[in-house]
């Protein structure tokens, strides 16, 4: 269960920095991105699953959770 | 045109490696790396903060390094008491000029050195008594201190000192804040891990107690993060950042205040500079108080400019205009350094090892003056500072991670730049074996080299260095014939 935190950039896209492994990448595919469920299965650019409890909205970023492997 | 072609490159890391015994080979190995830009991430090309193998020279420090010596020391008014024996304050004093005003031993303690000399019985009965007397006495001598840290030496975590306890009682007694910080040097496998141990400090012990409720707030109100004033750079870079118009609130840590670092939760951006020794505070902070970072470098009027820009973007059109104007300004100082300096510099190779953000921030510099920087790398870097470095260095160029002193060795003898920059422990090395070098850790004791008017200083230095007729001169006259 990695801690991340998550950032939108200027461009709109997320980017997810996990501290333990100095892994900062963007998120290339997130499950559901929708206003009435967010999170779900995360891919990092680099290949890097992660999943992440989905909720009914999208948080407020920048945003610290736990997420699990994918 | 590249002075390093990839076969080239690569040959240099082979025959490097086969000096070394096979297990130490295959660890070294992923440290070292020929650049490709188009690469996205550096993870599977090269390895970083790893621990030094035994058996080699590696320039790196300790966590006491990191905390004291670079995130905490700057910090001008608050006193930083060296826990434990008494070297490694004294050899780590003042060694990094980080400028500040003040009167030192009055309201400022830059320069000193405060040690609470850890003698035999110390170790043997704990020191944690003699650490509040010497708080106390501290308090007592110098009353215009702002708060105290405690930097722990390797002993203290070792025989299990309880300096938490100590400080939040004598804390209480003076009413200042008092900071136990955790960075006995054994920890973590560099100076990278006292960063990081030194910022949670910041945010437990600063920002999550001290807020400074009252101080008014400006709509341009910026911080300037991990900008530690060696020979004077944050002035040069804070001076940039008035003239377009914002408020320059805080400095961390070089000439820096602990009221300073009590008001930054209310500025609208901080502007980071050294992403390594600082990103973690800023991270804190943008997901705590929900304040944006953006990483600049002031290195080289081209990247100043870029950085200007980019920072002015965040603003309105205020600040959009004074960027130009700051930029216009500036241009004809930049044009006549370069009319005087590129063509006596124009095509030189460079090597750079240094730490933090140098080794990638430098790179647009050299290239304004014309030169090329055919290898870099850091002591203490982790892989998201290779990210960023992949895509500002030129193609076959080499990358090397805690290189060891037979590798750089190995690497300058046979590409033969025409400039080294590294730390001082390599400094005469080269110098002796006829390589132009500078120190770039303090910039050679010269500086600052932030900003435009640190730019015209490094053109100037640089200068001085490469061209300069000593070393024509490396060998005896008499074996000259």
Not at chain 2, 142 to 160: R, T
Not at chain 2, 424 to 439: A, H, N, T
Request: aromatic residues 10%; glycine residues 10%; neutral net charge.
């Amino acid at each position: 269960m990695p801690k991340v935190i998550l950032r939108r950039q200027g461009d709109g896209s997320l980017t997810c920095y996990v501290p333990k492994k100095d892994l900062e990448g963007k998120v290339a595919s997130l499950e559901f991105n929708e206003d009435d469920r967010w999170g779900g299965r995360m891919v990092l650019e680099d290949g890097t699953a992660l999943f992440i409890e989905p909720m009914k909205a999208p948080p407020i970023f920048p945003v610290e959770m736990r997420v699990s492997r994918g | 045109m590249s002075a390093l072609t990839r076969e080239k490159a690569e040959g240099l890391i082979e025959e490097v490696l086969s000096a070394y015994p096979e297990s130490l080979r295959d660890e070294r190995k992923k440290h070292l790396m020929v650049n490709d830009p188009s690469l996205e991430q550096s993870k599977k090309c090269i390895t970083s903060n790893r621990k030094s193998q035994p058996g080699v020279m590696t320039a790196r420090g300790c966590a006491y390094a990191g905390s004291k010596g670079v995130v905490w020391g700057p910090v001008k008014d608050m006193i930083h008491l060296s826990h434990g024996p008494v070297g490694c304050g004294q050899y780590s004093r003042a060694g990094r000029r980080n400028y500040y005003v003040g009167y030192t031993g009055v309201n400022t303690f830059g320069t000193m050195n405060f040690t609470s000399d850890f003698q035999e019985k110390d170790v043997v009965f704990g020191g944690d008594k003699k650490l509040a007397k010497i708080i106390d006495e501290m308090e007592m001598l110098f009353p215009l201190n702002k708060g105290i840290s405690v930097q722990s030496e390797c002993p203290v975590g070792l025989i299990g000192d309880d300096i938490e306890a100590v400080t939040k009682k004598s804390s209480a007694a003076i009413g200042k804040p008092v900071v136990p910080v955790r960075c006995e040097g054994f920890r973590g496998v560099s100076q990278s891990l006292g960063h990081h141990i030194a910022n949670d400090t910041i945010r437990d012990f600063i920002l999550e107690r001290e807020l400074d409720e009252k101080f008014s707030t400006s709509p341009y109100d910026v911080a300037i993060i991990g900008d530690y004033n060696i020979g004077g750079d944050a002035w040069s870079s804070r001076i940039l950042l008035e003239e377009m118009g914002l408020r320059v609130v805080a400095q961390w840590s070089g000439d820096g205040t602990l009221a300073e670092m009590k008001r930054t939760p209310k500025v609208k951006m901080n502007l980071l500079h050294c992403y390594r020794s600082m990103n973690y505070i800023s991270r804190h902070m943008e997901s705590k108080y929900g304040i944006p970072w953006f990483e600049y470098n002031f290195f080289g009027p081209t990247k100043i400019a870029e950085s200007l820009r980019a920072i002015a973007g965040h603003f309105d059109d205020r600040i959009k205009e004074g960027a130009e104007k700051v930029i216009a300004k500036y241009q004809p100082m930049v044009d006549a350094v370069n009319a005087q300096y590129l063509p006596r510099l124009k095509g030189k190779k460079v090597m750079l090892y240094v730490g933090g953000l140098r080794p990638r921030h430098v790179v647009g510099a050299y290239e304004d003056l014309g030169m090329e920087v055919v290898g870099t790398g850091y002591e203490f870097g982790h892989n998201d500072d290779y990210d960023r470095t992949i895509k500002e260095m030129g193609d076959a160029t080499l990358i090397y991670d805690d290189v060891t002193e037979l590798e750089l060795e190995h690497f300058v003898t046979k590409i033969r730049p025409d400039l080294v920059g590294a730390g001082i422990k390599e400094k005469y090395v080269y110098q002796k074996m006829g390589i132009p070098f500078r120190q770039m850790h303090s910039w050679d004791y010269s500086g600052p080299y932030h900003g435009y008017d640190g730019y015209a200083i490094f053109a100037r230095d640089v200068d001085m260095t490469v061209n300069n007729p000593c070393w024509k001169n490396m060998q005896a006259p008499w074996k000259r014939s």
